[in-house]
């Protein structure tokens, strides 16, 4: 159709996917997962490989320091927590990036299948500090480690369960697109786990046992601390969390 002035009228089609494709920092895909390319290469997708840096170099501080130390029970504690959170950090990176329906199908199974493994080692290094405080008549949840901690624990209870029924037990929410309304909480709450986690890694450099055996160094804990958050935020979808426009939930989480 021609205007008055006789040049004929350009329509704008919005192009679908890219407002979903756009990550909190760069430009649209920049933290996509390319056509055809396997999940796993979500792992090292744009800032993901700062984010492995330092989830591993966490993980390592923690490990050598057990391990160059005589390993009792308590031993057990650090080490399934640090490897709790290392498997966690593969589960948000490996989401984060899909975006076509079938890829968020499977990243989401594989989101379940890690973060359970996740919890598992979390819950269990849980079970460890608990039977060792008991054991020794010791004192419980005064430390700030430990106060943040089960704040934390907490929180990932609550984030597992919702995340969980929202997505393979709708019905109990009344309805499917009720169930879909939590997945931007479901997505924002998970960050918020994050980021206490690796509060919570720090705030144990300060107890006793840290300072008398383990000397993990505080200053590693938080360069690696902030290079998880620096490669993992980046990559956050702002769409999905409602910062700029608006999309419809479709079904699997995406991140």
Do not use: C
Not at 133 to 144: C, P
Not at 154 to 174: E, H, K, N, R, S
């Amino acid at each position: 159709m021609a205007s008055t002035t006789g040049i004929p009228e350009t329509t704008l089609i919005p192009q679908e996917g890219n407002g979903e494709d756009e990550p909190l920092l760069g430009r649209a895909g920049d933290a996509a997962q390319g056509e055809g390319k396997p999940i796993y290469y979500n792992l090292i997708i744009g800032t993901a490989v700062i984010a492995q840096a330092g989830i591993l170099l966490l993980t390592a501080s923690v490990w050598a320091s057990v391990f160059l130390n005589p390993r009792i029970l308590f031993s057990a504690h650090p080490l399934l927590n640090s490897g709790g959170l290392l498997v966690l950090t593969q589960s948000i990176l490996l989401l984060q990036p899909t975006h076509t329906p079938e890829q968020k199908r499977k990243g989401t199974v594989s989101h379940f299948i890690l973060n359970n493994l996740a919890l598992d080692a979390l819950v269990a290094g849980l079970i460890v500090i608990e039977y060792n405080k008991i054991s020794h008549n010791g004192i419980h949840f005064v430390s700030a480690h430990a106060i943040l901690g089960l704040i934390t624990y907490i929180l990932l209870g609550i984030q597992a369960l919702v995340g969980f029924t929202a997505y393979y037990v709708p019905q109990l929410y009344g309805s499917v697109d009720k169930a879909k309304s939590l997945y931007k909480w479901h997505r924002l709450s998970g960050y918020l786990v994050l980021v206490l986690l690796l509060a919570t890694v720090a705030a144990a450099t300060q107890t006793d046992y840290n300072k008398t055996v383990l000397d993990i160094k505080l200053w590693a804990i938080l360069i690696s601390a902030v290079l998880v958050l620096v490669g993992v935020l980046p990559r956050i979808k702002k769409q999905k969390l409602g910062l700029s426009g608006s999309v419809k939930p479709n079904g699997a989480f995406g991140q």
